[in-house]
């Protein structure tokens, strides 16, 4: 059973920056996709950036060029850095994490970006 622990996240001006971080916990074995979703009030959670074991990236074609994740293998942490932030990025940020097929999530860390 993966556990996952985020932290980052707050309030930020439009044009600010934020960095969030996740540590997983409770597996001896490398995590194949360990990122991050966000989920805005009323719409539906989307994927904002994961990156799988092997080293490749996706991004939502919303944060390209502003957002970059990285990942640390051995110590199983993912960070997201989050640069030119807009108010259309305000949600609530969850680690996500593919292990084997099984699905796991942290409790979410609120993003809102408002001047």
């Known amino acids: 059973q993966v556990q996952l622990t985020e932290s980052g996240g707050g309030l930020v001006q439009p044009g600010g920056s934020l960095r969030l971080s996740c540590a997983a916990s409770g597996t001896m074995f490398t995590i194949y996709g360990l990122g991050w979703y966000r989920q805005a009030p009323g719409k539906q959670r989307e994927l904002v950036a994961i990156?799988?074991?092997?080293?490749?990236?996706n991004y939502a074609d919303s944060v390209k060029d502003r957002f970059t994740i990285s990942r640390d293998i051995d110590r199983n942490t993912v960070s997201l850095q989050m640069d030119s932030l807009n108010p259309e990025d305000t949600a609530v940020y969850y680690c996500?994490?593919?292990?084997?097929?099984?699905?796991?999530w942290g409790q979410g860390t609120q993003v809102t970006v408002s001047s």
């Open positions: 990156m799988f074991s092997g080293g490749n990236a």
């Open positions: 996500y994490a593919d292990q084997s097929g099984s699905l796991y």
